[in-house]
Structure formats: C-alpha cells, structure tokens
C-alpha cells in the first residue's frame, strides 16, 4: 500500500484556501476507479464531487484514458504559436457540432479561470473593433463566481468576494441584483426591472453581460428562472452589449440540458467551458464566440487577439477531451442525469424535516441541501468520510454533485449520508460565523486546527 508523507504535505504543500500556519486536514488517496475514491488506509470513498465538478464520467473511464495513452506515445506538447495538431482539430470539430451553430471559434485556454480572463478580453477587444473602445465596463449579477484570477475576481459576488482583501487591484464593475425566480417559474418583473435598470444607465460603457446560467455555483448554489436568461439576452440585444455565458460548472449536461443555456432556448455571444471538458483528467478549458465577435476583436487597433497560453491547445489534453466528448455525444448521459435527479428529489425530500435545513433544491445530477447556518467545513468533512463518502460542505450548504456513470446504490449512500449528517448539526458545536472566503462558497469554509 502506497504511504502518504503527511508531515511534508503538512510543511510544504499549499492545498486551495487553506492556512500554511494551520493547514487544513487533507485525506490521502492512492487510487480511484468509477465513483469510488481510495484511501491510503485502505478506507474506500463514494464521490460526491467528481472532483469539483469535473469527473463526470468517473475515474479510469477506458475511453478517455486510452485516448491519453495513445496520445502520449505520439505528441504530448508543442507550441501552438504558428503550429497546429490533430489533436486540436479534431476537438474543435467535436466541440461545434455540440455547441450552438452561432458559436464558431474556439480558443483553447488552460482553466476555466482563464477561459473567463479571455471571454472578457474577447468582449473588450470587439467594441474596440466597433470602434466603441468607451465600453470597458463588465455587468454581472450578484451570487456569482467566476474564478480566482484578477479579471475574474472582479465580477465575482462583489459583498462576499475577495474585493475587499485585494482593494483597488480589482477593477470595479457593475452588479444587477440576483435573479430570486426559482428554475421552473415564470421570471418576476422585479427581477427583471433590476437588470435592465443598469443596461439603460450604463450600456454606453458596458461591454458584456457576464452570468452562470441558470445555475449559479460557487456562489449561492442557487437555481434560477430561465425566463430570466432568456430576458438577459432580449435586453443584451437590445442595449448591444454582449452576453457572456460561464458554462464552466453547468456544461455537459450537469443541470440535465447539455448546455445550461438551452434551459431557455437562447445563444450567447461568447461561451466558456471546462471542468467536465476532459472528464476532469486533466486541466482544459475553452472560450468560444460568434463570427461577430471574432470579426470585431480581428478588426481592433491589435488587428488580432491579444492572448497566449503556453500550454495552449496541448495535445494530451485536447485528446483526453475529445474521448470525453464521444461519450458525451452517444447521449448515455441524459439518462444517467435524469435518474440522478430523479432518486435525489425522492432520497433528499426529507431533510426539509430537519431544524437545521432551511431547503431542499434539486437540478439535473446536483442536489443541495441549505442550512440555516453556516458549517465549519473540516468538521463535517470528517463525519462523511466515517460514512464512507467523500462530501465537502461549504458555508451553509451541503451539496453533491456526483459522476453521472454513479450507481443507485452508490449514491443512496451520498444521499443518506447528507441526512445523517444534516440531523447532527443541532447537536454539534458548530461554527456559525462565516468566513471572508464566502466568495468561493466553500470550497473552504472554516477550517478546523490540527
């Protein structure tokens, strides 16, 4: 059995939102297969995360690590500055016979932090080309989560963001109240009212739109109306400022449409993917916009698109997306979607009984449960992996999203360990202060002292 060097991880190794002077509690994993995570004590996990979001066709998938070792025999990387591979290629073809017709150009990009960096140079480079270089404002709506780089921190939920802790480093932008139009209702006038209220005063100056549609994620773990999209779109043509769609968390089907934006029927100017992009196996994302919008970035002062990666379009991963996207295609997935939602709506309906859940909420293969309070993340960290599950709360919400290709049993055991584990709260001493991290809703939460 493989050991794991907890006291050089301890001493040496950052892990995301933690403390290098009180580090969180990490769990060492040796290997994992299906929706199943082992441990370094032999303990095996369920997976109620894909990773965060990412593996939705679970771990050792032959398809996608075939691909990869084929691949690695081959090319595993070369500039993509003046040189081009199959590998690219035939992902980008991949990637538009899924997308929307309107969507035509692909630029490969490392993360999805940087797929939403490129989106707004994209929308600032465009009105440049339309000769209207005064709109450099982004509009986004508050609850939102957008990444951990600069130009993405800036339309991250401006009150639970980390704009206070970097000050005038992060650009000020425009924020619409969030969409309160729960998904399967009309949207309200209200809500409406809100958005379109900044459009009118500000659109001059207002390059883009940027939104989770119709899920927003790390921010709130809420679900909104999609007559609310399908409005942020009629008042984007209207006012002609562009509509930036993040599909990072909710693309490939995890809301149960193949893209979240096909919930209300409409088409963004400018589009960003990752996560699920490889199957979670290896970092890759893509931002992708309308001939429009690539003819006006061609036609700015730059005369081209100022952005560069190194590991751009690398072809490991451009081929480990490609296997992913196959499996995608063969639409096995909406079945696997639409049964995830269905047992999480019968297993979750519960824990609304219980004192510290406020609610229940459901969508496609995410189910979230929001307490009343806000939950030291270690603690119940801790009491899901003694259930044998791999769980991870943040600020007032207990949460999965697990791999579509998940059994029923695998994923009653989730579902029964949320609500074990909801019924101890009120008993538990729990931290209820949030933290200023709330803006990554949790992925850190508090963490408790070794």
């Given at each position: 059995m493989n050991k794991i060097d907890?006291?050089?991880?301890?001493?040496?190794?950052?892990?995301?939102?933690?403390?290098?002077?009180?580090?969180?509690?990490?769990?060492?994993?040796?290997?994992?297969?299906?929706?199943?995570?082992?441990?370094?004590?032999?303990?095996?996990?369920?997976?109620?995360?894909?990773?965060?979001?990412?593996?939705?066709?679970?771990?050792?998938?032959?398809?996608?690590?075939?691909?990869?070792?084929?691949?690695?025999?081959?090319?595993?990387?070369?500039?993509?500055?003046?040189i081009t591979h199959e590998a690219a290629i035939e992902l980008g073809r991949q990637l538009l016979t899924l997308l929307p017709s309107s969507l035509t150009k692909v630029f490969l990009a490392d993360s999805g932090s940087i797929a939403v960096e490129v989106a707004l140079k994209m929308a600032l480079q465009y009105w440049q080309g339309r000769k209207a270089p005064q709109k450099q404002k982004i509009l986004t709506i508050r609850h939102g989560y957008h990444g951990?780089?600069?130009?993405?921190?800036?339309?991250?939920?401006?009150?639970?963001?980390?704009?206070?802790?970097?000050?005038?480093?992060?650009?000020?932008?425009?924020?619409?109240?969030?969409?309160?139009?729960?998904?399967?209702?009309?949207?309200?006038?209200?809500?409406?009212?809100?958005?379109?209220?900044?459009?009118?005063?500000?659109?001059?100056h207002i390059a883009a739109l940027i939104l989770e549609p119709i899920m927003q994620g790390a921010g709130a773990m809420w679900f909104y109306s999609a007559g609310y999209l399908k409005a942020a779109r009629e008042l984007c043509d209207r006012y002609q400022v562009l509509?930036?769609?993040?599909?990072?968390?909710?693309?490939?089907?995890?809301?149960?449409a193949l893209f979240a934006c096909d919930h209300a029927g409409i088409n963004p100017d400018i589009m960003c993917v990752g996560k699920a992009l490889t199957g979670g196996y290896i970092s890759l994302a893509a931002t992708i916009c309308s001939d429009e919008v690539a003819a006006g970035i061609s036609d700015s002062p730059a005369g081209a698109f100022m952005h560069g990666p190194t590991f751009m379009a690398n072809p490991l991963a451009c081929s480990a997306a490609s296997a992913s996207l196959a499996l995608i295609a063969n639409n096995e997935w909406r079945l696997q979607v639409s049964a995830i939602e269905q047992q999480l709506k019968h297993e979750l309906a519960n824990a609304a009984q219980l004192p510290a859940v406020k609610e229940v909420r459901v969508l496609g293969a995410v189910g979230v449960l929001e307490l009343h309070n806000a939950v030291n993340t270690s603690v119940l960290q801790n009491e899901f992996v003694k259930r044998g599950v791999w769980v991870r709360p943040?600020?007032?919400?207990?949460?999965?999203?697990?791999?579509?290709?998940?059994?029923?049993?695998?994923?009653?055991?989730?579902?029964?360990?949320?609500?074990?584990?909801?019924?101890?709260?009120?008993?538990?001493?729990?931290?209820?202060?949030?933290?200023?991290?709330?803006?990554?809703?949790?992925?850190?939460?508090?963490?408790?002292?070794?």
């Open positions: 907890y006291p050089f991880d301890r001493q040496h190794l950052w892990h995301p939102y933690s403390s290098m002077r009180h580090p969180a509690s990490v769990f060492g994993i040796t290997s994992a297969s299906g929706a199943t995570l082992t441990r370094d004590n032999g303990q095996t996990l369920i997976d109620g995360t894909s990773s965060w979001w990412a593996c939705i066709h679970g771990y050792q998938h032959p398809a996608i690590v075939n691909a990869m070792q084929q691949q690695l025999q081959q090319l595993t990387h070369v500039m993509f500055g003046g951990d780089t600069f130009a993405a921190m800036s339309v991250c939920d401006p009150d639970e963001g980390m704009h206070t802790m970097f000050g005038d480093n992060v650009t000020p932008q425009l924020f619409a109240p969030a969409p309160m139009s729960r998904f399967g209702d009309p949207v309200s006038a209200a809500d409406i009212d809100g958005l379109q209220q900044l459009l009118e005063q500000h659109h001059h509509l930036i769609a993040d599909e990072i968390a909710t693309g490939f089907g995890r809301t149960g943040f600020s007032r919400f207990i949460y999965i999203m697990p791999p579509y290709i998940i059994t029923a049993a695998e994923l009653s055991k989730l579902t029964h360990a949320m609500l074990e584990v909801a019924a101890l709260l009120p008993k538990m001493a729990m931290s209820s202060t949030p933290t200023s991290h709330g803006w990554k809703s949790g992925l850190i939460a508090q963490t408790a002292k070794n």
